[in-house]
Protein backbone atom coordinates (compact mmCIF):
# COMPACT_ATOMS: atom_id res chain seq x y z
CA UNK A 1 0.00 0.00 0.00
CA UNK A 2 1.32 3.18 -0.72
CA UNK A 3 2.64 5.34 1.80
CA UNK A 4 0.87 8.33 2.60
CA UNK A 5 3.53 11.77 2.67
CA UNK A 6 1.61 15.20 3.64
CA UNK A 7 4.23 18.20 2.54
CA UNK A 8 3.29 21.50 4.14
CA UNK A 9 4.71 24.05 1.78
CA UNK A 10 5.69 27.73 3.82
CA UNK A 11 6.15 30.93 1.55
CA UNK A 12 10.02 30.79 0.93
CA UNK A 13 11.41 31.25 -2.67
CA UNK A 14 12.61 28.06 -2.63
CA UNK A 15 9.15 26.29 -2.79
CA UNK A 16 9.25 25.57 -6.46
CA UNK A 17 11.78 22.58 -5.49
CA UNK A 18 9.01 21.64 -3.54
CA UNK A 19 7.56 19.91 -7.09
CA UNK A 20 11.18 17.83 -7.95
CA UNK A 21 9.88 16.54 -4.58
CA UNK A 22 6.74 15.53 -5.33
CA UNK A 23 7.70 13.94 -8.24
CA UNK A 24 10.93 12.41 -6.94
CA UNK A 25 8.37 10.83 -4.12
CA UNK A 26 5.69 9.73 -6.76
CA UNK A 27 8.25 8.09 -8.82
CA UNK A 28 8.81 5.85 -5.24
CA UNK A 29 5.16 5.48 -5.02
CA UNK A 30 4.29 7.66 -2.04
CA UNK A 31 0.60 9.15 -2.05
CA UNK A 32 1.38 12.61 -1.67
CA UNK A 33 -1.17 15.53 -0.24
CA UNK A 34 0.25 19.66 -0.33
CA UNK A 35 -0.90 21.71 1.94
CA UNK A 36 0.32 25.46 0.81
CA UNK A 37 0.59 28.91 3.50
CA UNK A 38 -0.97 31.68 1.97
CA UNK A 39 2.76 32.96 1.23
CA UNK A 40 3.87 29.89 -0.66
CA UNK A 41 0.81 30.14 -2.99
CA UNK A 42 2.33 33.56 -4.05
CA UNK A 43 5.85 31.38 -4.86
CA UNK A 44 4.64 28.53 -6.79
CA UNK A 45 0.96 27.74 -8.05
CA UNK A 46 -0.99 24.86 -6.32
CA UNK A 47 -2.10 24.10 -9.69
CA UNK A 48 1.61 22.15 -10.28
CA UNK A 49 1.40 20.33 -7.05
CA UNK A 50 -2.23 19.62 -8.11
CA UNK A 51 -1.20 18.07 -11.46
CA UNK A 52 2.24 16.39 -9.86
CA UNK A 53 0.06 14.72 -6.97
CA UNK A 54 -3.01 13.97 -8.43
CA UNK A 55 -4.59 15.38 -5.33
CA UNK A 56 -5.98 18.47 -4.23
CA UNK A 57 -4.10 21.32 -2.75
CA UNK A 58 -5.21 23.16 0.47
CA UNK A 59 -4.29 26.56 0.44
CA UNK A 60 -5.03 27.86 3.95
CA UNK A 61 -8.50 27.14 3.87
CA UNK A 62 -10.47 25.40 6.72
CA UNK A 63 -13.37 24.71 5.21
CA UNK A 64 -14.03 22.10 2.24
CA UNK A 65 -16.52 20.29 0.38
CA UNK A 66 -14.11 17.35 0.71
CA UNK A 67 -13.63 17.26 4.27
CA UNK A 68 -15.77 18.82 7.57
CA UNK A 69 -12.53 19.12 9.51
CA UNK A 70 -9.61 19.63 7.04
CA UNK A 71 -6.73 20.08 8.99
CA UNK A 72 -8.34 16.71 11.19
CA UNK A 73 -8.53 14.23 8.16
CA UNK A 74 -5.20 15.72 6.86
CA UNK A 75 -2.97 15.20 9.74
CA UNK A 76 -4.95 11.57 10.49
CA UNK A 77 -4.28 10.75 6.63
CA UNK A 78 -0.50 11.34 6.94
CA UNK A 79 2.11 8.72 7.86
CA UNK A 80 4.64 11.14 7.26
CA UNK A 81 4.68 15.25 7.75
CA UNK A 82 7.18 16.82 5.62
CA UNK A 83 7.70 20.63 6.08
CA UNK A 84 9.71 22.03 3.39
CA UNK A 85 10.75 24.69 2.72
CA UNK A 86 10.55 25.66 6.62
CA UNK A 87 9.95 29.32 7.38
CA UNK A 88 11.71 30.77 10.81
CA UNK A 89 7.73 31.22 11.17
CA UNK A 90 6.18 27.93 11.09
CA UNK A 91 9.17 27.18 13.16
CA UNK A 92 8.26 29.16 15.68
CA UNK A 93 4.82 28.16 15.41
CA UNK A 94 5.10 24.47 15.65
CA UNK A 95 7.58 25.51 18.89
CA UNK A 96 5.04 27.28 20.93
CA UNK A 97 1.69 25.42 19.32
CA UNK A 98 0.33 28.27 17.68
CA UNK A 99 -2.61 27.08 14.83
CA UNK A 100 -3.26 30.13 13.47
CA UNK A 101 -4.02 28.58 9.70
CA UNK A 102 -4.03 25.18 8.11
CA UNK A 103 -0.50 24.38 7.88
CA UNK A 104 0.41 25.08 11.31
CA UNK A 105 -3.25 23.46 12.75
CA UNK A 106 -2.25 20.25 10.70
CA UNK A 107 1.11 20.10 12.68
CA UNK A 108 -0.24 20.76 15.81
CA UNK A 109 -2.64 17.85 15.18
CA UNK A 110 -0.72 14.95 13.66
CA UNK A 111 0.83 12.28 15.37
CA UNK A 112 2.93 10.96 12.32
CA UNK A 113 6.54 11.97 12.18
CA UNK A 114 7.80 15.01 10.77
CA UNK A 115 10.35 16.42 9.19
CA UNK A 116 11.55 19.83 8.78
CA UNK A 117 13.97 21.32 6.21
CA UNK A 118 14.50 25.06 7.03
CA UNK A 119 15.10 27.83 4.28
CA UNK A 120 16.02 31.44 5.40
CA UNK A 121 18.27 34.12 5.61
CA UNK A 122 21.43 33.27 7.25
CA UNK A 123 20.86 36.13 10.39
CA UNK A 124 17.41 34.55 10.80
CA UNK A 125 18.59 30.83 11.10
CA UNK A 126 21.28 31.75 13.19
CA UNK A 127 19.30 34.14 15.33
CA UNK A 128 18.82 32.68 19.09
CA UNK A 129 15.05 32.32 19.02
CA UNK A 130 15.28 30.08 15.78
CA UNK A 131 18.05 28.36 17.03
CA UNK A 132 16.28 27.43 20.24
CA UNK A 133 13.09 26.97 18.28
CA UNK A 134 15.04 24.29 16.38
CA UNK A 135 16.65 22.78 19.27
CA UNK A 136 13.00 22.51 21.17
CA UNK A 137 11.85 20.50 17.96
CA UNK A 138 14.84 18.09 17.83
CA UNK A 139 14.09 17.19 21.90
CA UNK A 140 10.30 16.33 20.76
CA UNK A 141 10.99 14.13 17.72
CA UNK A 142 11.31 16.39 15.00
CA UNK A 143 13.67 15.42 12.15
CA UNK A 144 15.43 18.13 11.11
CA UNK A 145 16.55 17.85 7.67
CA UNK A 146 19.27 20.70 8.13
CA UNK A 147 19.76 23.67 5.56
CA UNK A 148 23.01 23.74 3.31
CA UNK A 149 25.77 26.74 3.05
CA UNK A 150 25.33 28.76 0.04
CA UNK A 151 24.07 31.84 -2.02
CA UNK A 152 20.99 32.85 -0.45
CA UNK A 153 18.06 34.21 -2.11
CA UNK A 154 18.37 37.15 0.10
CA UNK A 155 21.94 37.89 -1.37
CA UNK A 156 23.79 36.81 1.29
CA UNK A 157 26.14 33.52 1.07
CA UNK A 158 25.84 31.74 3.93
CA UNK A 159 24.15 28.67 5.75
CA UNK A 160 20.32 28.98 5.14
CA UNK A 161 19.78 27.22 1.89
CA UNK A 162 16.95 24.94 1.46
CA UNK A 163 18.67 21.00 1.25
CA UNK A 164 18.58 19.52 -1.95
CA UNK A 165 15.55 17.83 -3.19
CA UNK A 166 18.06 14.77 -3.29
CA UNK A 167 18.63 14.89 0.28
CA UNK A 168 15.23 15.71 1.37
CA UNK A 169 13.93 12.96 -0.30
CA UNK A 170 16.14 10.03 0.52
CA UNK A 171 15.48 11.07 3.97
CA UNK A 172 11.85 10.37 4.16
CA UNK A 173 12.48 7.62 2.05
CA UNK A 174 15.19 6.31 4.36
CA UNK A 175 13.05 6.75 7.35
CA UNK A 176 10.25 4.88 5.74
CA UNK A 177 12.46 1.82 4.26
CA UNK A 178 13.58 1.95 7.89
CA UNK A 179 10.34 1.49 9.43
CA UNK A 180 9.28 -1.26 6.66
CA UNK A 181 9.76 -4.18 7.72
CA UNK A 182 10.60 -4.82 3.94
CA UNK A 183 13.64 -3.14 4.41
CA UNK A 184 16.87 -6.00 3.85
CA UNK A 185 19.60 -6.44 6.20
CA UNK A 186 21.98 -8.50 3.95
CA UNK A 187 25.08 -6.03 5.60
CA UNK A 188 23.89 -6.99 9.19
CA UNK A 189 27.41 -7.89 11.06
CA UNK A 190 29.57 -6.39 8.33
CA UNK A 191 32.06 -3.10 9.07
CA UNK A 192 32.38 -0.91 6.18
CA UNK A 193 35.12 1.74 6.04
CA UNK A 194 34.80 4.16 3.41
CA UNK A 195 36.69 7.15 2.52
CA UNK A 196 34.94 9.98 1.30
CA UNK A 197 35.40 13.56 0.02
CA UNK A 198 38.47 15.89 -1.40
CA UNK A 199 41.51 16.36 0.54
CA UNK A 200 43.14 19.59 1.71
CA UNK A 201 46.79 19.91 1.61
CA UNK A 202 48.19 22.96 3.40
CA UNK A 203 50.29 25.42 1.73
CA UNK A 204 50.17 28.03 4.61
CA UNK A 205 47.54 28.54 7.48
CA UNK A 206 44.84 29.93 4.63
CA UNK A 207 45.55 28.31 1.40
CA UNK A 208 45.90 24.86 0.45
CA UNK A 209 45.69 22.45 -2.76
CA UNK A 210 42.43 20.97 -3.09
CA UNK A 211 39.65 19.51 -5.14
CA UNK A 212 35.88 19.80 -6.34
CA UNK A 213 34.72 16.37 -5.06
CA UNK A 214 31.42 16.61 -3.18
CA UNK A 215 32.07 13.97 -1.12
CA UNK A 216 28.20 12.66 -2.09
CA UNK A 217 29.41 9.19 -3.65
CA UNK A 218 31.00 8.18 -0.18
CA UNK A 219 28.27 9.48 1.74
CA UNK A 220 25.53 7.76 -0.73
CA UNK A 221 27.69 4.64 0.07
CA UNK A 222 27.15 5.14 3.63
CA UNK A 223 23.81 5.95 3.71
CA UNK A 224 22.87 2.95 1.98
CA UNK A 225 25.13 0.46 3.82
CA UNK A 226 23.57 2.06 6.84
CA UNK A 227 20.15 0.83 5.94
CA UNK A 228 20.99 -2.17 4.99
CA UNK A 229 22.33 -3.50 8.53
CA UNK A 230 26.20 -2.25 8.30
CA UNK A 231 28.19 -0.74 10.79
CA UNK A 232 30.31 2.31 8.92
CA UNK A 233 33.35 4.32 9.62
CA UNK A 234 33.05 7.08 7.33
CA UNK A 235 36.57 8.64 7.04
CA UNK A 236 35.75 12.18 5.71
CA UNK A 237 37.44 15.14 3.96
CA UNK A 238 36.32 19.32 3.75
CA UNK A 239 32.87 18.85 2.87
CA UNK A 240 29.79 21.21 3.13
CA UNK A 241 27.08 18.46 2.38
CA UNK A 242 24.74 17.67 6.07
CA UNK A 243 25.88 14.26 7.51
CA UNK A 244 22.55 13.05 9.32
CA UNK A 245 23.45 10.91 12.07
CA UNK A 246 23.32 7.10 12.60
CA UNK A 247 23.95 5.09 15.73
CA UNK A 248 26.11 2.68 13.72
CA UNK A 249 28.18 5.81 12.17
CA UNK A 250 31.43 6.56 12.81
CA UNK A 251 32.63 9.89 11.45
CA UNK A 252 36.08 10.66 11.27
CA UNK A 253 36.87 14.39 9.85
CA UNK A 254 40.18 14.82 8.67
CA UNK A 255 41.64 16.94 6.61
CA UNK A 256 44.89 16.07 4.50
CA UNK A 257 45.42 12.71 2.60
CA UNK A 258 47.78 12.07 5.39
CA UNK A 259 45.23 12.24 8.19
CA UNK A 260 42.74 10.37 5.39
CA UNK A 261 45.73 7.55 5.75
CA UNK A 262 45.88 7.79 9.79
CA UNK A 263 42.40 7.16 10.03
CA UNK A 264 42.19 4.37 7.84
CA UNK A 265 45.01 2.43 8.98
CA UNK A 266 43.57 2.77 12.70
CA UNK A 267 39.91 1.33 11.83
CA UNK A 268 41.01 -0.73 9.03
CA UNK A 269 41.87 -4.28 10.90
CA UNK A 270 38.20 -3.86 12.13
CA UNK A 271 36.46 -3.80 8.78
CA UNK A 272 35.43 -6.37 6.45
CA UNK A 273 34.97 -4.82 3.06
CA UNK A 274 36.93 -1.01 2.38
CA UNK A 275 35.64 1.78 -0.41
CA UNK A 276 37.99 4.26 -1.40
CA UNK A 277 35.51 6.99 -2.61
CA UNK A 278 37.54 9.87 -1.81
CA UNK A 279 39.21 12.28 -4.52
CA UNK A 280 42.44 12.40 -2.59
CA UNK A 281 44.73 14.97 -3.65
CA UNK A 282 48.23 13.06 -5.14
CA UNK A 283 50.24 15.78 -4.51
CA UNK A 284 51.02 17.54 -0.92
CA UNK A 285 53.42 20.51 -0.39
CA UNK A 286 56.42 19.21 0.29
CA UNK A 287 56.17 22.10 3.67
CA UNK A 288 53.17 24.10 4.43
CA UNK A 289 54.35 27.01 6.19
CA UNK A 290 53.59 28.18 9.78
CA UNK A 291 52.60 31.77 8.98
CA UNK A 292 50.53 32.91 5.79
CA UNK A 293 53.09 33.47 3.08
CA UNK A 294 53.21 37.01 1.85
CA UNK A 295 53.26 38.77 -1.22
CA UNK A 296 56.25 40.44 -1.82
CA UNK A 297 58.43 39.16 0.79
CA UNK A 298 58.12 35.24 0.14
CA UNK A 299 58.84 33.12 -2.50
CA UNK A 300 55.24 32.72 -3.80
CA UNK A 301 56.03 32.16 -7.58
CA UNK A 302 56.74 28.17 -7.10
CA UNK A 303 55.45 25.59 -4.72
CA UNK A 304 57.34 22.32 -4.47
CA UNK A 305 55.19 19.32 -4.23
CA UNK A 306 55.95 15.92 -3.07
CA UNK A 307 53.03 12.52 -4.56
CA UNK A 308 50.98 11.49 -1.24
CA UNK A 309 50.71 7.68 -0.59
CA UNK A 310 47.88 5.75 -2.30
CA UNK A 311 45.45 5.52 0.36
CA UNK A 312 43.31 2.51 -1.01
CA UNK A 313 46.88 0.89 -2.33
CA UNK A 314 48.70 1.07 0.57
CA UNK A 315 45.52 -0.93 2.68
CA UNK A 316 44.64 -3.15 -0.28
CA UNK A 317 48.52 -4.64 0.48
CA UNK A 318 48.12 -4.47 4.27
CA UNK A 319 44.88 -6.79 3.56
CA UNK A 320 44.03 -10.15 5.55
CA UNK A 321 41.75 -12.68 4.12
CA UNK A 322 38.49 -11.84 3.48
CA UNK A 323 38.57 -8.40 3.06
CA UNK A 324 37.05 -6.55 -0.02
CA UNK A 325 38.68 -3.95 -1.66
CA UNK A 326 36.59 -1.54 -3.77
CA UNK A 327 38.04 1.43 -5.28
CA UNK A 328 36.84 4.21 -7.70
CA UNK A 329 38.58 5.29 -11.24
CA UNK A 330 37.48 8.49 -13.07
CA UNK A 331 38.87 8.24 -16.49
CA UNK A 332 38.22 10.40 -19.78
CA UNK A 333 39.12 7.64 -22.50
CA UNK A 334 39.10 4.03 -22.41
CA UNK A 335 37.54 4.15 -19.39
CA UNK A 336 37.68 0.14 -18.69
CA UNK A 337 40.32 -0.70 -19.44
CA UNK A 338 43.01 1.80 -17.46
CA UNK A 339 40.02 1.41 -14.79
CA UNK A 340 40.64 -2.64 -14.70
CA UNK A 341 44.32 -1.96 -15.08
CA UNK A 342 43.60 0.61 -11.91
CA UNK A 343 41.89 -2.22 -10.31
CA UNK A 344 44.62 -4.26 -10.73
CA UNK A 345 47.85 -2.25 -9.89
CA UNK A 346 46.23 -1.33 -6.67
CA UNK A 347 45.24 -5.22 -6.03
CA UNK A 348 41.45 -3.99 -5.50
CA UNK A 349 38.49 -6.44 -5.83
CA UNK A 350 36.35 -4.41 -7.51
CA UNK A 351 36.38 -0.92 -8.90
CA UNK A 352 33.64 1.32 -10.21
CA UNK A 353 34.64 3.84 -13.27
CA UNK A 354 33.43 6.54 -14.50
CA UNK A 355 33.82 8.49 -17.57
CA UNK A 356 34.79 12.26 -16.92
CA UNK A 357 35.53 15.31 -19.41
CA UNK A 358 32.63 14.77 -21.34
CA UNK A 359 29.71 17.45 -21.04
CA UNK A 360 28.55 15.79 -17.80
CA UNK A 361 29.69 17.03 -14.68
CA UNK A 362 30.40 14.18 -12.20
CA UNK A 363 31.71 16.34 -9.53
CA UNK A 364 28.65 17.86 -7.19
CA UNK A 365 26.37 16.00 -9.24
CA UNK A 366 23.48 14.17 -8.18
CA UNK A 367 23.44 10.92 -10.69
CA UNK A 368 26.38 9.27 -12.17
CA UNK A 369 26.63 6.59 -15.16
CA UNK A 370 29.28 3.89 -13.94
CA UNK A 371 30.73 0.59 -15.02
CA UNK A 372 31.65 -1.92 -12.00
CA UNK A 373 34.38 -4.02 -12.58
CA UNK A 374 36.16 -6.89 -10.75
CA UNK A 375 38.08 -9.79 -12.15
CA UNK A 376 35.04 -11.56 -13.30
CA UNK A 377 34.31 -9.17 -15.44
CA UNK A 378 32.38 -5.55 -16.30
CA UNK A 379 28.90 -4.07 -15.73
CA UNK A 380 27.45 -1.23 -17.14
CA UNK A 381 24.96 0.82 -15.33
CA UNK A 382 22.48 3.00 -17.02
CA UNK A 383 22.40 7.19 -15.18
CA UNK A 384 21.39 6.63 -11.96
CA UNK A 385 21.12 8.69 -8.48
CA UNK A 386 24.26 8.42 -6.35
CA UNK A 387 21.75 6.75 -3.87
CA UNK A 388 20.76 4.31 -6.26
CA UNK A 389 24.74 3.42 -7.70
CA UNK A 390 25.39 2.98 -4.01
CA UNK A 391 22.63 0.46 -3.57
CA UNK A 392 23.90 -1.55 -6.88
CA UNK A 393 27.64 -1.07 -5.88
CA UNK A 394 26.65 -3.06 -2.61
CA UNK A 395 24.79 -5.53 -4.40
CA UNK A 396 27.99 -6.39 -6.19
CA UNK A 397 29.81 -6.30 -3.41
CA UNK A 398 27.71 -8.79 -1.27
CA UNK A 399 27.25 -11.27 -5.06
CA UNK A 400 31.15 -11.18 -5.44
CA UNK A 401 32.39 -12.05 -1.89
CA UNK A 402 30.22 -15.34 -1.62
O1 LIG B 1 44.80 6.71 -9.11
P1 LIG B 1 43.47 7.35 -8.97
O2 LIG B 1 43.50 8.63 -8.17
O3 LIG B 1 42.72 7.50 -10.28
O4 LIG B 1 42.62 6.26 -8.13
C1 LIG B 1 41.33 6.49 -7.70
C2 LIG B 1 41.03 5.56 -6.54
O5 LIG B 1 42.12 5.48 -5.66
C3 LIG B 1 39.87 6.04 -5.71
O6 LIG B 1 39.25 4.93 -5.14
C4 LIG B 1 40.56 6.91 -4.65
O7 LIG B 1 39.78 7.02 -3.47
C5 LIG B 1 41.83 6.12 -4.42
N1 LIG B 1 43.01 6.92 -4.05
C6 LIG B 1 43.54 6.80 -2.79
N2 LIG B 1 44.66 7.51 -2.46
C7 LIG B 1 45.25 8.32 -3.35
C8 LIG B 1 44.72 8.47 -4.64
C9 LIG B 1 43.59 7.75 -4.96
O8 LIG B 1 43.00 6.05 -1.96
N3 LIG B 1 46.33 9.01 -2.99
Not at 312 to 323: C, N, S
Request: aromatic residues 4%; charged residues 25%.
Amino acid sequence: MAKHILIIVTGGIAAYKMCDVCSKLSKLDYEIKVVMTKHASEFVGKASFEALTHNKVHVDEFKSSEYDIPHISLADWADMVLVAPATANIIAKMRSGIADDLASTVLLATVAPVFVAPAMNVHMLEHPSTQENIAVLQERGVQIIDSEFGHLACGYNGKGKLASVETMVSTVHDFQSKKSSLATKDFDGLTILITAGPTYEKIDPVRFIGNRSSGKMGLALAKAALSRGAKVDLVLGPVSVPIIGHENLRVLPVESALDMLQACLSHFERSDICIGAAAVSDLRPAESAQQKLKKGKDDMSSISLVENPDIIATLAREKHEGQYMVGFAAETEHVEEYAQKKRVNKSLDMIVANKVGGTKEVFGADNNTASIITKSGTTQLPELSKDELAHKILDAILQERC
